[in-house]
């Protein structure tokens, strides 16, 4: 089994920038590729980005690409979203998750945190 813990939410406003982050607990050696989602509600989840991490190689969506970083710390277990140039439409429930086989951008992941709330004000 595989905790997640998302924290670093909070509320900026348009342009301002967080840092999300997510510390694993149990059996990390399972968690291959780790992602980024949100979620607004009546809206499906939706993949930010992911990282391998043994390799450290991330990538993320057209959508936050150019704003939005992936990064780990392994000695501490912990993932990470550095997001900049927030804008209202960043505005969601952000959730990282972990998955024990090859990185998805859908939702087929098999650890979820409990989410941290981003809030954007114009």
């Known amino acids: 089994q595989v905790q997640l813990v998302e924290s670093g939410g909070g509320s900026v406003q348009t342009g301002g920038s967080l840092t999300l982050s997510c510390a694993a607990y149990g059996h990390i050696y399972v968690t291959y590729c780790m992602g980024w989602f949100r979620q607004t509600p009546g809206k499906v989840r939706e993949w930010i980005g992911s990282i391998y991490t043994a390799a450290g190689s991330a990538y993320v969506a057209d959508s936050v690409k150019g704003r939005f970083t992936i990064s780990q710390d392994n000695a501490k277990n912990t993932l990470y979203l550095q997001m900049n140039s927030l804008k209202p439409e960043d505005t969601a429930m952000y959730y990282c998750?972990?998955?024990?086989?090859?990185?998805?951008?859908?939702?087929?992941?098999?650890?979820w945190g409990q989410g941290t709330q981003v809030t954007v004000s114009s």
């Open positions: 998750a972990a998955r024990s086989s090859g990185c998805l951008r859908t939702n087929e992941y098999n650890y």
